[in-house]
């Protein structure tokens, strides 16, 4: 377990970003259950009393951990599908950066808030529309680039089911075998092949060349 030892003097209570942080450093770790005021006290090497300098109690704190998730992964989410592209190939690259960069997209957080949701009925309906919003804009995307109402919401079932899969079966693999797939997915999500410049660009912000993510074939991006 992540120990986080701030510097201190004398009557320091930490800071609300501190505090929030270890809770949510032992939500991605323990669960929910574990999220506990003591505890937290225990781990930062502050006293309990501390902790309510920053937060009124256990359940604001709770509540500050559900709105960083929105404001990161669906915030995160529902501006890469609305950034600038030219082709439906090129907005889905958009969208697969969440996937790729933790910055844009804390799965880990993601599946926590799951499990969290599965013994919590208030956080299981924040849950269910925040995935209702997120498929509307993926949806929206679609739209956008001539596909029609249904076809597109049928699409952005298929591309976001696809990825909560990902982190619902928690898999595990290193970035480059998933990147030089990403060209196959961009063809089996969209019917249409992305161009060699759109994997190039695409290729090159995740740090490898265009050749390493796919092999040419009849000018069609292919493993």
């Known amino acids: 377990m992540k120990q986080l030892k701030p510097e201190k003097t004398t ?131 679609f739209v956008r680039f001539g596909f029609e109402p249904d076809e597109a919401r049928v699409r952005a079932y298929t591309v976001y089911y696809t990825q909560i899969g990902y982190i619902s079966m928690m898999v595990d693999e290193p970035p480059e075998p998933r990147i030089r797939r990403m060209p196959i997915y961009v063809e089996t999500f969209t019917g249409t092949h992305p161009t060699e410049a759109e994997v190039a660009r695409f290729a090159s912000r995740h740090g490898m060349s265009a050749d390493f993510v796919q092999r040419r074939s009849g000018g069609q991006a292919a493993l």
């Open 11 to 141: 009557g320091w209570r930490g800071s609300e970003e501190l505090w929030l942080q270890a809770a949510y450093e032992t939500l991605i770790e323990q669960g929910v259950e574990a999220v506990k005021v003591m505890e937290l006290a225990k781990r930062l090497d502050l006293s309990r009393t501390s902790f309510y300098g920053h937060f009124e109690n256990r359940e604001a704190l709770l509540q500050a951990l559900v709105e960083r998730w929105r404001q990161k992964n669906t915030g995160n989410l529902l501006e890469r599908t609305q950034a600038y592209a030219e082709t439906i190939a090129e907005a889905l690259f958009n969208l697969f950066d969440c996937w790729l960069c933790d910055d844009l997209f804390d799965a880990r957080l993601d599946f926590a808030i799951r499990n969290w949701a599965l013994s919590d009925p208030e956080l299981r309906a924040v849950l269910e529309a925040s995935d209702q919003e997120r498929i509307d804009a993926i949806r929206e995307m």
